[in-house]
Nanobody, 115 residues
Framework: QLQACGGGLVQAGGSLRLSCAASGIIFSLYHMVWYRQAPGKERELVASILTDASADYTDSVKGRFTISRDNVKDTAYLQMNSLKPEDAAVYYC???????????WGKGTLVTVSS
């Protein structure tokens, strides 16, 4: 029900925009979260956007990444600028129902950053 895409290979300093398209859910009722997992590391929360569009970021991406949502297109986005090699990871999106707490995960999309 969540389809993440937009990953790829980019040089350090470059940009990518990830998309997470939802289907089969009432998108506007879900908080959306982007996670990432690098090889050998635990999955970490990168950015979140609530149903009221308030957003939060992990410190390492503040000022470089922007999370957004389009409740008409049922899609969440993660704009990633000034990418660093340490941003390389598989990025996952998650939808959490704002009341029930039900979670849906998308399959990951791979981001590779060359130095």
């Amino acid at each position: 029900q969540l389809q993440a895409c937009g990953g790829g290979l980019v040089q350090a300093g470059g940009s990518l925009r990830l998309s997470c398209a939802a289907s089969g859910i009432i998108f506007s009722l879900y908080h959306m979260v982007w996670y990432r997992q690098a090889p050998g590391k635990e999955r970490e929360l990168v950015a979140s956007i609530l149903t009221d569009a308030s957003a939060d970021y992990t410190d390492s991406v503040k000022g470089r990444f922007t999370i957004s949502r389009d409740n008409v297109k049922d899609t969440a986005y993660l704009q990633m600028n000034s990418l660093k090699p340490e941003d390389a990871a598989v990025y996952y999106c998650k939808a959490t129902h704002a009341v029930r707490g039900t979670n849906y995960w998308g399959k990951g999309t791979l981001v590779t950053v060359s130095s």
